[in-house]
């Protein structure tokens, strides 16, 4: 039996990786298009490879990229699968028409209702929060308390936040419109826009970073970027680490949870393997992957009973919001205008 990982080709900015096992009895392939680069995801890839003798094309690229690809090709589009992160992007899939509904009892038994698409087109395969990191020699943990008290007065000058135009951001603003409405939406965002440190700049990571330098007292960022700083080879970001607190916010009974989104996998409307597709997308939230995927991504597994990664043990579990990731996507236009009216940049 001959096992063989081959870089085939580099197209643009997007490498084809082709995972084969045991080439000759291959009794398929599958085509998976992937905005999670290649060491976050072509492992487990293999390992699917291996155990059912399907050939797989592994393309990765940017969200956008890739998105704007299958456009273009269509229904000559090679790619069965895609994957990418938030729900907003892959609802933005769903409504370009590059995926199409599917369901298989194993997902339909073990990914959440909330953490998948409400017609079938896409499903989750890991979750993310949105949470806060702050510095706890100037901020007390009961201070703190959810999203909606960050635009309190009292937070004036001590908020990290990175721009609108970011997904994570908008999929937060989507909640609080589900959570308050627009109106009270609007005034959040004032508030917080009025507490911000310093005008929104760089990613996730650099939000972190400026709370552990002092340039503001609380981070808003999502989890793994945590996770990754505390397992990094560099002493300095394992410092960042050290120097923050996490906290879980809206986590009292009467609150709905800390905001969480997906990376997320969809059937394209184009694909000509289905069955492997399926196969595959099933391979991906068995306890095994489950684990190896949440640890690799520092993210939280999206099938209930699997431990949370090893990086974020410490701080325990959490409630997460609820409320169905479809509404992010619906509610994604009007928290781009809201953050807008709001000076948000
Ligand atoms: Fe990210």
């Known amino acids: 039996m001959k096992q063989s990982t081959t870089l ?76 990418t992160v938030d729900a907003g992007r892959l609802y933005r899939a769903k409504d370009a028409g590059v995926l199409q509904p599917f369901e298989t009892e194993a997902l339909n038994k073990v990914v959440p209702d909330h953490l998948k698409d409400r017609d079938g087109y896409w499903y989750g395969l890991s979750q993310r929060a949105r949470v806060l990191f702050y510095n706890p020699e100037a901020v007390s943990a009961s201070d703190l308390s959810s999203y909606e008290d960050l635009a309190d007065p009292k937070w004036k000058g001590q908020i990290c936040i990175r721009s609108s135009s970011n997904i994570y951001n908008q999929s937060l603003v989507a909640s609080m419109i589900d959570a308050h409405g627009e109106a009270d939406t609007l005034k959040w965002i004032k508030g ?71 990376s997320g996998i969809g059937i394209t409307a184009s694909s000509k393997n289905t069955d492997n597709a399926k196969q595959l997308i099933d391979f991906l939230v068995n306890p095994q992957s489950q684990t190896w995927y949440a640890n690799v991504n520092n993210e939280y597994p999206v099938v209930d009973g699997i431990a949370p990664p090893k990086s974020l043990a410490t701080f325990g579990e959490f409630k997460g919001d609820q409320v169905s990731l479809s509404v992010l996507g619906e509610n994604n236009r009007q928290a781009v205008k809201l953050m807008d009216q709001g000076g948000w940049k």
């Open 8 to 83: 085939v080709a580099l197209i643009g900015t997007s490498t084809l990786l082709t995972l084969t096992s045991a080439s000759a009895n291959a009794s398929g392939e599958v085509n998976v298009y992937s905005a999670r680069s290649e060491a976050l995801i072509a492992p487990l890839l293999e390992n699917y490879s291996k155990e059912n003798r399907v050939k797989v094309n592994l393309i990765t690229g940017s969200a956008d990229a890739l998105l704007s690809r299958l456009q273009s090709e269509g229904d000559a589009s090679p790619a069965d699968v895609f994957i």
């Open 192 to 262: 917080l826009v009025a507490n911000f440190a310093r005008p929104p700049a760089g990613g996730d990571t650099d939000q972190i970073k400026a709370a552990a330098a002092g340039v503001c007292n609380i981070a808003v960022a999502n989890t793994y970027y945590f996770g990754r700083l505390g397992l990094s080879d560099n002493a300095e970001d394992r410092a960042v680490f050290d120097k923050l607190a996490m906290f879980w916010p809206n986590q009292a009974a009467d609150q709905r949870g800390a905001h969480v989104n997906v």
